[in-house]
């Protein structure tokens, strides 16, 4: 079988992912999300305080989370319970709780932020009218999981919007309200997202006495 002329192997180069851990990235543990709370706030990092609250909650997208706007998030002088974005990958509106935790770090981090509602919650340091870049929000995970002593090869945006759907689905087996958090259109995508198997449903079946 031949190869393409544009197969980085096939020309000398290695490909991307060479060496790299490939797959679903870990969903974090709820010691660890207080573990990265911890060290956030130990070094008076507001922002990313903020940052994480909201992406556990919200379960967005990285390309999401970086283009929320102040005024998803307040409704007059305080933080919704409740907001809606539009997913950049599907069109489609996904709507998101706000426990308290995150409205307070919101809240803390946007009053020293400032701004009008029509401004970028998290904006860039190089250009304040634009936000905070994907690639600079997956370098901030993975400084924020190597600081509580995971390996950054394991974890990624992406475990921080499995993490909730996940706690959600292992305590109440409910996959059609983990598939609305998430905003998948098919349940067949949340069933591979959370990593679904048959052990797992054979455990929740016999749980289930009738």
Request: with cysteine; net charge positive.
């Amino acid at each position: 079988m031949g190869t393409s002329q544009y197969d980085p192997a096939a020309r000398g180069r290695p490909a991307w992912n060479a060496g790299k851990r490939v797959g679903a990235k870990r969903a974090l543990k709820p010691r660890q999300i207080w573990a990265i709370r911890f060290f956030l706030d130990r070094e008076g990092r507001m922002r990313d305080r903020a940052l994480f609250d909201l992406a556990i909650d919200s379960k967005l997208r990285g390309c999401d989370l970086v283009k929320t706007k102040i005024g998803t998030l307040v409704a007059g002088p305080e933080i919704r319970t409740r907001s809606m974005v539009i997913q950049q990958k599907t069109g489609r509106p996904v709507q998101f709780e706000i426990t308290s935790d995150a409205r307070a770090s919101l809240l803390a981090w946007l009053q020293r932020r400032g701004g009008t509602v029509d401004d970028f919650a998290f904006p860039s340091r190089v250009d304040g009218n634009r936000h905070l870049s994907t690639r600079q929000y997956a370098r901030l995970v993975d400084e924020w999981v190597s600081a509580i002593g995971l390996r950054r090869e394991e974890y990624g945006t992406h475990s921080l919007r499995r993490t909730k759907a996940s706690i959600i689905y292992k305590a109440t087996g409910n996959l059609r309200a983990v598939q609305i958090l998430l905003g998948h259109t098919k349940i067949e995508n949340t069933v591979r997202y959370l990593g679904v198997d048959v052990e797992d449903a054979l455990t929740l079946a016999e749980a289930t006495e009738v």
